[in-house]
Every structure is written in C-alpha cells, then in structure tokens.
C-alpha cells in the first residue's frame, strides 16, 4: 500500500492550490479516504473525507465552503481543491486510508500560506 | 464536538520500563477510538483501533485498554524505538473525527 501526496507548496493568503494523492497496492475504489493536517509543531487536525464512489463528502467546519475533496477511481487519485487559504491553512497534509480509523497514510505534502 | 484530553504531555522514561498513556473523551464514545505513532519527520502509524485490537506490524507489548470516556495506552518494557509522540482519535461522532492533542514519550 502507497499513499504519495503531492501539489504542495507556499501561496499567499487568498489563494488557491490543489493536492493531490496517488494510491497503489490496494483496491482504490473499496477505501473511504480522508485528508488530515498538522500545523508545524501541533496536532492532527481531521480536514475532510470522500467515500468510495464519491457520492459522500465531509468537511471540518474550519475549511467547509472553501476546501473541495474529489477522487477519481479511474486513475486511483484522491485531491483537495483549497481556495481562500489563510495562514492558519499552513500545514503538512496528509491523506489517509480507511473509514474510522487510519490504516495506512501519506508521507505528506507542505502548505505554507505566506505573503 | 468531541473533545479528547491526552495526559501526561509529556512523560519520561528509561528503556525497559512501562509507559501509560491516558485519553478522556469529553461525552462517552464507546470503544471508538484509536491511538497513533507518530516520529519526528514521520507520518502517524496506527497503533490500536477499537480501543484495544492491536495493528499490523506493534508488538504485544502494546496495550489498549478503556471503554466509555477513559482509556489508556500501555507499553511494557519500552524499547528505544517506542520513544514518539502518541494521539488519541475518536471515531463515535464520524465524520466529525477528532484526535488529542497528544503524548510525548521521551527517554530518560
């Protein structure tokens, strides 16, 4: 099982940017998967989650409104679409495998929201 | 929301000897809950899931305990690789989960 995250990097406070998550070893389509943040130093901050065919999506009410998670089961392919990113957005992220608790995760990929 | 409230911070111990990690939930959460590993520069792996079933590739010398509000993380004979931060995660109002803010487990 591999989790590789990709797509991050520093954007200035208002702007957009697009994770992404490439998933191998495993059957895609029969995993719920979620994406969960760490500010530098801090804890684990739960972000949003997708289930297996797409059809059910939540958020935390920190990013509701302005983060968008997709997947796409033809290319095994999770993403995170963020708009309006604040400083408190700065973060490593992750993606995660699994519906309640998280069996396998990504290395992570650093968002840094900086003028 | 569920709050979870990890205790002690931080703790520190000497290899060989037993560590006890605590989590409380702020309104009962059944046995919902997770513990994570998680090294510096690393990602989190997955300790115990479902307060107590032990994941692939943790050794017996890690223990999950509780149900309800209170549970515990036990590590009997620590070795020098156990020495990491830990997180407790609750899954009993999904979506909206929610982890501690964790424990560190230094070595004396």
């Known amino acids: 099982v591999q989790l590789v995250e990709s797509g991050g990097g520093v954007v200035q406070p208002g702007g957009s940017l697009r994770l992404s998550c490439a998933a191998s070893?495993?059957?895609?389509?029969?995993?719920?998967l979620h994406w969960v943040r760490q500010a530098p130093g801090k804890g684990l901050e739960w972000v949003s989650l997708i289930n297996w065919d797409g059809s059910y999506t939540s958020y935390s009410d920190s990013v509701k409104g302005r983060f968008t998670i997709s997947r796409d089961n033809m290319r095994d392919s999770l993403h995170l679409q963020m708009h309006s990113l604040t400083s408190e957005d700065t973060a490593f992220y992750y993606c995660a495998r699994g519906t309640r608790s998280y069996d396998h995760w990504g290395q992570g990929t650093r968002v840094t929201v900086s003028s | 929301e569920i709050v979870l409230t990890q205790s002690p911070a931080t703790v520190s111990l000497s290899p060989g000897e037993t560590a006890t990690l605590s989590c409380r939930a702020s309104q009962t959460i059944d046995t919902s809950l997770a513990w994570y590993q998680q090294k510096p520069g690393q990602a989190p792996r997955l300790v115990i899931y479902d307060a107590s079933i032990r994941a692939t590739g943790f050794p017996a010398r890690f223990t999950g305990r509780g149900s309800g509000t209170d549970f515990t993380l036990t590590i009997t004979g620590l070795e020098p690789e156990d020495f990491s931060v830990y997180y407790c995660?609750?899954?009993?109002?999904?979506?909206?989960?929610?982890f501690g803010q964790g424990t560190r487990l230094d070595i004396k």
């Open positions: 995660q609750q899954h009993k109002s999904w979506p909206r989960i929610t």
């Open positions: 070893g495993f059957t895609f389509n029969d995993y719920t």
